[in-house]
């Protein structure tokens, strides 16, 4: 007992001096966003290749607007590509330009726009606890800072964000602008009023703004700012999302026409119009209603009232998709949200601007979910714009657990028993409960993995390689220590360690499974077709089509650089073939890609084709156009 008593003195001590000297808070906090931001988003980025099918289309629609110079109709493989604006194009663009066509360039602007958010969520937590010390006034550095640690971890460490940080597609940008744009709103809503009046900065207090200023404060400006970058990087929802999620906070907390007004919305709308129209103007001027339709059309008001290329499921999905993308920490959110009350609405109006923090990140996190389950088509990225709501919750959550430093009693019993069971809320007990459950099935699925998963075509021996490579019983050891050290914490009431082994958890989970599971996928799933695009790079003679039979992997076209056309069906393939033999192309032949099952079904003969390369799962051989009369290729 003297020993904890002893680190938890030397704790207080730490921050405390870290509290006597700016400078050292913000030098720990940099670092500790740096070592947090490498372990989930920088290490080994750009150290596996590009995962088919949609990252590979984003980077080469971006290698294209390099090579091309048109930076502002995307396209890939020969044609438009109007699934998203441009921002996300843009940024790959200007990394290639930066650092070089590759996947570090391709996925930098994900990892960027996520480290970017975990800085800007753990200032915005930091400054809102030092409001709350203000107002109370006491001084609390250790729960200020651990708190706002936790908020960052958590927001980094889920599998929801890392895989979408470490994706270069659109989805972790859009996340980046839209989750920054509310934070800056809740600081410019807040209190962090700056104007200028004659050339001189004044600082004053949200809810009196200068009235003849014709630009709202900085962070409304930010706010703006932001919202436009939405836009450009995945159009109307950049916009929508966020203004569902502003106007249902203030027209609850009764300041709707205030705040609007505060805001400068005209100045701020003007602001948007500039900076994401002028592009939609260009792209529209030279394609017209093929872009309206397919963009606005079919990418946005179907993907919502339709179901798009298949992706349905049933009205639960999210559910499901924020229990196990945001474990293990996903089974304190129901915990977290009845703590705030949200349904005593005259207790919140009552509150300071600052103080409705917590009930902000709960209609940020409310909208998006609700939002997106009324959608019809379905994906599991759409939420990822609620997971740094659901990490704000959370750490409030555990801030409610740190100790107030100022109070002796505390100090005498020490944080790791702090506070009693008797004050524990039953819910959060229960749900530590749930968190050794959770942590349990995990370890149970994982050490079953091989029963759980289907079959990958492209990996023929998929099961036997995976078990072999002792991946699945590295992670269910892993989540089976940390439910049994939970539950030791819960049984010895060291509520405060819980989060604790938790993240610990979750970066041993992160560098000895899904780091080593993402290079044995990219080996067996993903290297084969990059081998094979080196050979068509070697072997494709000018002019010569290459055709990809069966399957659509547009990896191939980022790395070979060559058009791809592709075909469906055996059938399809042979009868292409006959009619490009009729018009006595040059050269005489063409390169055909193709899975081993579809190659076999063609019904090909030794002499018809010369084989170039077999990789995996895949074939690559040359066909020439043979001209010998009455010459067939039969069909098996």
């Not at 109709?73 to 940024?91: H, M, N, Q, S, V």
């Not at 805001?263 to 003007?270: A, D, E, K, Y």
């Not at 919502?304 to 992706?311: A, C, D, I, L, W």
């Not at 749930?434 to 099935?441: A, G, I, R």
Request: net charge positive; with cysteine; hydrophobic share 50%.
């Amino acid at each position: 007992m003297i020993m904890k008593l002893s680190v938890k003195r030397t704790v207080d001590q730490w921050f405390n001096k870290i509290e006597k000297n700016p400078a050292l808070g913000v030098t720990l906090s940099i670092l500790w966003l740096i070592v947090i931001g490498w372990i989930a988003f920088g290490w080994n980025l750009g150290n596996t290749g590009l995962v088919d099918e949609t990252e590979p289309l984003f980077a080469e629609a971006s290698r294209q607007m390099l090579v091309t110079g048109d930076w502002i109709t995307p396209f890939f493989d020969g044609e438009t590509r109007f699934d998203k604006p441009a921002l996300i194009y843009w940024c790959q663009a200007i990394a290639y330009k930066i650092i070089g066509v590759n996947e570090w360039a391709v996925r930098l602007p994900s990892a960027i726009a996520a480290l970017g958010l975990i800085c800007l969520a753990f200032y915005t937590v930091h400054w809102y606890l030092t409001k709350q010390d203000q107002l109370e006034q006491v001084s609390r550095p250790t729960r200020r800072y651990l708190t706002s640690f936790i908020a960052a971890a958590l927001m980094a460490l889920n599998v929801e964000t890392i895989v979408w940080a470490r994706t270069g597609v659109s989805d972790m940008l859009l996340t980046g602008c839209m989750a920054s744009a509310l934070l800056c709103f809740f600081l410019g809503y807040a209190g962090k009023e700056e104007s200028r009046e004659q050339g001189a900065e004044l600082i004053t207090n949200a809810q009196s703004p200068m009235p003849h200023a014709l630009f709202p404060n900085k962070w409304y400006l930010a706010f703006y700012v932001l919202i436009a970058g939405a836009i450009l990087t995945k159009g109307p929802v950049g916009i929508v999302l966020p203004g569902l999620i502003v106007g249902a906070f203030l027209l609850y907390v009764g300041k709707f026409r205030e705040v609007l007004r505060e805001m400068r919305l005209l100045v701020g709308i003007l602001i948007i119009i500039g900076l994401s129209v002028p592009w939609y103007a260009l792209v529209i001027g030279r394609n017209g209603w093929n872009y309206i339709n397919s963009f606005f059309g079919y990418h946005n008001l179907e993907r919502f009232t339709e179901v798009v290329n298949g992706h349905s499921a049933p009205w639960y999905f999210y559910f499901l998709v924020v229990l196990l993308g945001f474990a293990p920490y996903s089974v304190y959110l129901p915990v977290s949200i009845v703590r705030l009350k949200f349904w005593q609405r005259s207790h919140w109006r009552s509150l300071e601007r600052f103080q409705q923090f917590g009930l902000f990140a709960w209609f940020w996190f409310a909208s998006v979910f609700s939002f997106f389950t009324i959608a019809v088509t379905k994906l599991p990225s759409y939420v990822l714009p609620l997971m740094p709501a659901a990490a704000i919750l959370v750490a409030l959550l555990w801030s409610d657990l740190l100790p107030n430093m100022e109070n002796e009693n505390d100090t005498k019993r020490g944080f790791d028993h702090l506070p009693a069971s008797s004050s524990i809320s039953p819910l959060l007990v229960w749900s530590g409960w749930l968190n050794v459950v959770l942590l349990s099935f995990l370890a149970v699925a994982l050490f079953n993995l091989t029963h759980i998963l289907g079959t990958d075509p492209a990996i023929s021996n998929f099961h036997e390689l995976i078990q072999q490579s002792g991946i699945p019983v590295i992670a269910g050891v892993i989540w089976l220590v940390c439910a049994v050290l939970v539950g030791v914490l819960l049984l010895s009431r060291r509520w405060n360690y819980i989060i604790s082994i938790n993240l610990i958890g979750f970066v041993a989970f992160l560098i000895f499974v899904l780091t080593p599971a993402s290079f044995f996928i990219d080996r067996e799933r993903q290297l084969p077709l990059r081998e094979l695009s080196a050979v068509i790079l070697e072997a494709k003679q000018p002019g010569e089509e290459l055709i990809m039979l069966g399957f659509k992997k547009p990896s191939v076209v980022f790395y070979s650089h060559i058009h791809v056309n592709y075909l469906g069906f055996p059938q399809e393939a042979v009868d292409h073939i006959k009619n490009q033999a009729v018009k006595g192309l040059q050269p005489p032949s063409l390169l055909l890609l193709a899975e081993q099952t579809k190659f076999l079904q063609m019904g090909l003969q030794p002499d018809d084709y010369k084989s170039l390369s077999t990789k995996g799962a895949y074939n690559l051989v040359r066909v020439p156009f043979k001209k010998k009369k009455n010459q067939k290729i039969d069909i098996s």
